[in-house]
């Protein structure tokens, strides 16, 4: 499984080195949820997401939503570290390399 924005960022900004963001095990968050006494929910198919999220928005308490995506989708609309809301990058047919050179030196630090 993997961790998908922190291999984002890694593909990104780190030229696909990945580190630290695959694992064969991750939790059953559903269940870590629960032991805290919180609300968890799961999905794993589109048709199921607009129910899943207005079961999310009308829970009063805490909430972990393990929603599974592809293995290798990329979580768009990105904001570039160091950058503001208004620079944000909706990834429509975007590549890889325009998002990295969108992210600058001190945007790099930060990460």
């Known amino acids: 499984q993997y961790m998908g924005m922190v291999r984002q960022w890694q ?25 805290y006494g919180w609300k968890g ?6 048709a199921d997401l607009d129910d899943a999220m207005k079961e999310m928005i009308a829970t009063p ?3 972990i939503f ?13 904001i570039p ?7 944000m990058l909706m990834g429509d047919d975007i590549s890889d390399e325009e998002v990295g050179r969108a992210i600058g030196k001190e945007g790099k630090a930060l990460v």
């Open 66 to 78: 393990d929603c599974r995506v592809a293995a290798l989708a990329n979580c768009f609309p990105m």
């Open 81 to 87: 570290s160091g950058k503001a809301h208004n620079d």
């Open 11 to 35: 593909q990104l900004l780190h030229g696909n080195r990945l580190s630290e963001s695959y694992t064969e095990a991750l939790p059953d968050f559903v269940k870590l949820a629960e032991a």
């Open 61 to 63: 308490e805490p909430v």
């Open 41 to 46: 929910i799961y999905c794993d198919k589109p």
